[in-house]
């Protein structure tokens, strides 16, 4: 499975995007998803994910904030990102998990599959 996240870019403070993943696979349906990011300096960090069977969990620094959604049919996984803080500054990955978890991991040594990560920049 080869995964492509765009959609990054550079917001004020407040603002919105929305990050995309886009899959290779045929089916995506029976994979997990997650959201990865990380700043410089720091620790790679879940952010957020949605399950095979549509559960989803998120940090509790995003909840509320944040939403991770999927559409089988394009192959794709969201995440769309309001009211970014500039603590939101990161690199953001998405993976994927075969394993068919009923919650999505929050470990990244749970993932199968990686893309490559696409810069979010929130300017204060």
């Known amino acids: 499975v080869q995964l492509q996240a765009s959609g990054g870019g550079l917001v004020q403070t407040g603002g919105s995007l929305r990050l995309s993943c886009a899959a290779s696979?045929?089916?995506?349906?029976?994979?997990?998803m997650g959201w990865f990011r990380q700043a410089p300096g720091k620790e790679r960090e879940f952010v957020a994910g949605v399950s095979w069977i549509g559960r989803t969990r998120y940090r509790d620094s995003v909840e509320g904030r944040f939403t991770v959604s999927r559409d089988n049919a394009k192959l794709t996984v969201y995440l769309q990102m309001d009211s970014l803080k500039p603590e939101d500054t990161a690199v953001y990955s998405c993976?994927?998990?075969?394993?068919?978890?009923?919650?999505?991991?929050?470990?990244?040594?749970?993932?199968?599959?990686w893309g490559q990560g696409t810069q979010v920049t929130v300017s204060s």
């Open positions: 696979r045929r089916t995506l349906g029976d994979y997990s």
């Open positions: 993976a994927a998990d075969r394993s068919r978890r009923n919650n999505p991991p929050v470990f990244a040594d749970d993932y199968d599959y």
